[in-house]
């Protein structure tokens, strides 16, 4: 099970860190990604960190804003999102699959765990 948090209301240029906690066992083997989705938009994938070693993936849009970490010992990944701008604005979910091959690390289909999601918004 997975539960995002961390959203909330911040302004152009601001920063905001999202926290996803995994309750269960074998939490190293799995990949964590955050993927969001605006109003009347597809869920597009944003970030993920790999099982094990920790190699993380972006999307072309993070442009170096956004950092994912994780910490298997508190089963907690992180997203921290620097310069963020309204088009940033978005439900984020997290989402987790065991041992995913990194050819799909950006595949939503892929990912069977999924958190309830965390609404940010970024104002103008």
């Known amino acids: 099970q997975l539960q995002a948090c961390g959203g909330g209301l911040v302004q152009a240029g601001g920063s905001r860190r999202l926290s996803c906690s995994a309750s269960g066992r074998a939490f190293i083997n799995y990949t964590v990604a955050w993927f969001r989705q605006a109003p009347g938009k597809e869920r597009e994938f944003v970030s993920a960190v790999k099982y094990g070693v920790g190699t993380t993936y972006y999307g072309d849009f993070v442009k170096g804003r956004f950092t994912i970490s994780r910490d298997n010992d508190k089963k907690t990944v992180y997203l921290q999102m620097n310069s963020l701008q309204p088009e940033d604005t978005a439900v984020y979910y997290c989402?987790?699959?065991?041992?995913?091959?990194?050819?799909?690390?950006?595949?939503?289909?892929?990912?069977?765990?999924w958190g309830q999601g965390t609404l940010v918004t970024v104002s103008s």
């Open positions: 989402a987790a699959a065991s041992l995913l091959h990194d050819d799909y690390y950006n595949a939503k289909r892929y990912y069977n765990f």
